[in-house]
């Protein structure tokens, strides 16, 4: 069952993702997490501390993803498009309410610009352009790989929000094919 604070964070996982940040308040947390609302502020300082804490747990999940994916790809190409393949993996969870896209770049969505949530979020992203880049960098050289990693982060944020629109992975797929045709014109 988890602890109070594990409880606490997997009902504001599903609530922050299937209702939003803004629309989801402390009292459904604490009741689908079947806790006091003394032991949300035992374990988080506030709503703000959960969305943060939401947000790192989120980014570690998609990270776990990734490594899964990637520590069984043999080429520096499987090594690329794992990153691909964790979206899709994402897209693929089951989600209760649906797939609705990135719940990190949703969350980003509610807060304004140079808060500290939507910070985060970007560093996240951030973190996977640089995960791109690094797996390009063994099929070209660092300029290369830096610009090829950016277009493929513009590709792969455009069809996660397509495909949170639609609830439907298909646009991720088809992500993963162009990259891939682009990574086999080199």
């Known amino acids: 069952m988890g602890t109070a604070r594990e409880r606490l964070l997997d009902a504001a996982s599903t609530r922050f993702y299937e209702d939003g940040v803004n629309a989801t308040g402390i009292d459904a947390i604490t009741a689908e997490a079947g806790v006091a609302k003394k032991s949300l502020y035992n374990n988080f300082r506030s709503k703000s501390d959960l969305v943060s804490a939401y947000i ?31 979206y899709l993996d994402h897209a693929n969870a089951d989600h209760g309410g649906g797939f609705r896209g990135c719940g990190l770049l949703n969350t980003a969505a509610e807060f304004p610009a140079g808060a500290p949530e939507r910070d985060a979020v970007r560093l996240h992203k951030e973190q ?32 996660v929000a397509r495909a949170g629109l639609e609830g439907d992975p298909v646009r991720l797929e088809r992500a993963r094919g162009i990259a891939a045709s682009m990574l086999g014109a080199r």
């Open 56 to 86: 790192d747990a989120r980014h570690e999940e998609w990270l776990d993803l990734h490594r899964a994916r990637a520590s069984s790809a043999a080429t520096s190409v499987e090594r690329v498009l794992s990153v691909f393949d964790a």
């Open 128 to 159: 996977v352009e640089q995960i791109l880049a690094e797996g390009l960098a063994e099929l070209t050289d660092a300029d290369g790989a830096q610009e090829l990693a950016e277009h493929f982060s513009y590709l792969l944020e455009g069809a």
